[in-house]
């Protein structure tokens, strides 16, 4: 994919996002890696109304270098593609959203991990997704532990395509916008499936194992 199609590529995935309400207003930002830099949706801007040519555009260093003013949650995405390419080479694209669902079973959450395995695509498609502590939007506190989780899980042999910012909401990365965005979505959906039915138990192990063994799956 090179830069022209990955901006028409963010854009379409951006409408898409906002038009079936997986972002609202101007919250939310996606990114994708490219071999001289990045390009990232501009700060406040509403993903449902982007503009190809206005998406900022940052070199390796992350310095802009063209475009309307980067979100500021591009050092998280650095981050985050710094640690993850260190297993998935292949690592292209991070989205952020503040999805319904699974903000709101952040909000009094305790444990380490934001959903239990409770449906056989969650597990084979988004896998374990932690759970942050409340850190405000674009802190730097926030953009270290996100790497260093992704570090420690792959070193567990438990690599992550999913973290969750309490109160914020998540950030997933894949190959590509289509691929983070088919992640992004079994995610919310499992999480509005815990919202209807809290009380679902998890798979048991010997599913756990089969999905692994039969599918690969990060679980």
Known sequence: M?????????CRVGRSLFERGYVHATAGNISVRLDDGFLITPTDACLGLLDPQRLA???????????????????????????ACEHDTHTRCVIHTHSTHCVALSLNATGSELLAPITPYFVMKVGHVPLLAYHRPGSPHAALQVAALIRSRAAQGQPIRAVMLARLGP???HDSPAAAMATLEELEETARLMMLQPHTPALPQSALDELRTSFAARW
């Open 2 to 10: 090179n830069e022209s199609q990955a901006r028409e590529e963010i």
């Open 171 to 173: 950030n997933v990365w």
């Open 57 to 83: 555009k940052l070199d390796l260093q992350g310095q802009q270098v063209s475009g309307d003013v980067a979100s500021k949650t591009i050092a998280l995405h650095r981050h985050i593609y710094a640690a």
